[in-house]
């Protein structure tokens, strides 16, 4: 979610329900200066329901614009799977272009806009698939799975002191100048050709697999898109910068490479009667691209 917030992209998580995506968020939502909206996703959505619509107001006589949920800084599209593609592609503008379009108007999103979308990868039915090209738009697909046994312990002691309402730790927010300003930094920070090129590289090779004498072309429908460059670039960046580093290694770009890559590649039937997911293709991508 940081690194999401620092690089200016939106966020998929998916997994099974009650691993606190929406608190996750929430939380975040309360530590910067800024305002925080959930969107439960249905199939009876409508895209103004998102966006907003005009309304007709009898004491001028005129209509007014009402925002919708969407004018907020922090967005959780929570299972955004369950409606249908109208209601979804409402998202892409906002995402992509920073805009929400309304009848003839176009109206500019806050500076500091962020959706996160969470799906439940358990049940299928009465969902919609979200599209490639809408999946392009989210920076990161982060994968969460049930904790481990100590992991579980600290949960359950963290819930009974918030039943008990003990206090906790206290932060001041972080103002939104300051969260510029550290994108600005992170833009700054250093990264060698080598490493641009190794980046460069591995989204090349997604494409063209066949170029380094490999089966992986009979394993991928479709490479990665040059949104693909320029996240992982970015996340490497702010994956750095966040580990107090003052310049961009080959390590920090694998260690991200999985989230950025994950939605992006499209791989073909027989990958999947093999059993192979993305993840896997891009551990065979990491070894067979040198680091420079």
């Not at 920073?98 to 999103?109: C, K, L, T």
């Not at 991200?256 to 009667?273: K, S």
Request: proline residues 6%.
């Amino acid at each position: 979610m940081l690194i999401a917030l620092l690089s200016d992209g939106h966020l998929l998580v998916e997994g099974p329900p009650g691993l606190a995506k929406t608190k996750a968020i929430k939380i975040l939502s309360d530590l910067l200066e800024g305002s925080f909206h959930r969107i439960q996703f249905t199939p009876d959505l409508l895209p103004s329901d998102i966006t907003g619509t005009d309304i007709y107001r009898p004491e001028s006589g005129m209509f007014e614009f009402q925002a919708g949920p969407i004018f907020h800084n922090l967005i959780l599209a929570d299972e955004i799977n369950r409606a249908p593609a109208k209601v979804q592609a409402a998202l892409l503008e906002a995402m992509a272009e920073g805009q929400v379009s309304v009848g003839q108007r176009s109206m500019p999103m806050e500076p500091l806009f962020m959706v996160m979308a969470t799906q439940n990868p358990l049940e299928q039915e009465g969902t919609y698939p979200l599209p490639e090209a809408q999946l392009d738009r989210f920076m990161l697909h982060v994968k969460v799975d049930y904790p481990d046994a100590a992991s579980e312990l600290k949960i359950l002691e963290l819930v009974e002191q918030e039943a008990r309402n003990e206090d906790s730790e206290s932060f001041e927010p972080i103002s939104q100048l300051d969260l510029f300003a550290a994108r600005n930094e992170i833009l700054n920070l250093h990264m060698a050709d080598a490493v641009k090129t190794y980046l460069v590289e591995l989204v090349i090779a997604s494409r063209q697999p066949q170029a380094y004498q490999s089966d992986l072309a009979s394993l991928i429908a479709v490479g990665v898109s040059p949104r693909a460059t320029i996240a992982l670039s970015r996340c490497a960046r702010a994956y750095a910068w966040l580990r107090g580093q003052e310049y961009v290694t080959p390590e920090h770009v694998q260690a991200v490479v999985h989230d950025v890559f994950r939605h992006r590649l499209i791989l073909n039937f027989e990958a999947q009667a093999q059993g192979i997911d993305a993840d896997a293709i891009v551990d065979r991508l990491l070894q067979l691209v040198p680091i420079t």
